[in-house]
């Protein structure tokens, strides 16, 4: 019963902004998008508390995901539909790059697999993030053959995840709420029900977030396989990155000498590793840039230090 007043409590203080977690995992088991593109769908149709407009919402969210989500095995099937309706929406992550030399954003949509996508600066200026990293959005496809670099036009497009954070309004609400709630609060917001746990063991999950929030913080959990342990890096956040397998490369990781962009240390918040135990690199220099960068946050690599 309590945590249905820590329930009600949330949508009080931070209305529109609360999705139910199992929610997420009764569409997540049909869908390959991240959870966090999911539940900001879900935020957008089940924010509250009543249950008959949580099913319709559910239902929505199924059916936006069923009819626009690109697998990658469809793409040339989705690519066809854009051609022969004339205008298409879907939802693919896209990434885009200034085109100095033609003065132009071009887009490139990862899923279809579609790259050159011209990409209006107005949309560029209100979602800066699509310049590092990417984000998930629907986009509205429209197609015109010959246009060059690519036939695709983006009609429109309208971010899925969070394109930023509003953390004022955050601290604001923190004071609503007393400190046990608060960390409940935390451990659901990863997926996890607080009232199945004891205290040690939250404080345990806490531990594990503590790279999203704290700088150059370096940490190594051991345990058993299928308790968790990467399943926070993965699934939380867009900022953060798990690297599966442990093989990985400098240039991949660090920095590419040969096209110079930096690797994804430069672009996630948080990289983590699944089973470091394996990891190797190709060349040996590696894990001596790996244990500079752990200890001084910097790193060189050619001429540069980064």
């Known amino acids: 019963m309590a945590m249905d007043v820590l329930d009600r409590k949330l949508n009080e203080v931070y209305p529109g902004r609360v999705v139910r ?18 539940e900001y769908l879900l935020g957008m149709y089940c924010a509250t508390d009543d249950e008959a407009t949580i099913a319709a919402g ?6 936006i995901l069923a009819e ?7 793409a040339e099937q989705v690519k066809s539909k854009v051609r022969e309706i004339g205008r298409f929406s879907v939802i693919d992550r896209v990434t885009v790059k200034l085109n100095e030399k033609a003065d132009n954003y071009q887009g490139f949509l990862m899923n279809l697999g579609v790259k050159g996508v ?34 695709f036009i983006v ?6 995840q969070m394109p930023d954070v509003d953390m004022q309004e ?95 240390v430069g672009l996630f918040d ?10 190797s690199f190709h060349d040996n220099d590696g894990i001596q840039i790996m244990k500079d960068y752990m200890a001084s946050g910097s790193f060189a690599r050619g001429k540069a230090e980064i």
């Open 170 to 264: 955050l601290f604001a609400g923190r004071s609503a709420f007393d400190r046990e709630e608060w960390i409940d609060l935390l451990v659901r917001s990863t997926g996890l029900e607080p009232t199945t746990l004891t205290d040690d063991v939250k404080w345990h999950l806490l531990a594990r977030m503590i790279p999203l929030c704290e700088n150059n913080y370096n940490c190594c959990e051991l345990g058993p396989r299928s308790t968790g342990k990467s399943h926070l890096y993965k699934e939380i956040s867009p900022n953060s990155i798990l690297v599966s397998g442990g093989k990985t490369t400098v240039a991949n990781l660090f920095y590419n000498m040969s096209s110079r962009q930096i690797g994804l």
């Open 118 to 151: 011209i990409i209006d600066p107005e949309i560029v200026k209100a979602n800066p993030k699509l310049l590092s990293g990417g984000i998930w959005c629907i986009l509205q496809l429209e197609y015109e053959a010959g246009a060059n670099p690519s036939p």
């Open 21 to 38: 977690k199992d929610l997420t995992k009764r569409i997540k088991e049909g869908a390959s998008v991240p959870v966090y593109v999911l």
């Open 270 to 279: 948080v990289v983590a590793f699944d089973e470091v135990a394996g990891i």
């Open 68 to 74: 626009n989500y690109v697998r990658p095995d469809e």
């Open 155 to 160: 009609a429109s497009l309208k971010p899925i």
């Open 58 to 63: 559910v239902q929505t969210v199924k059916r």
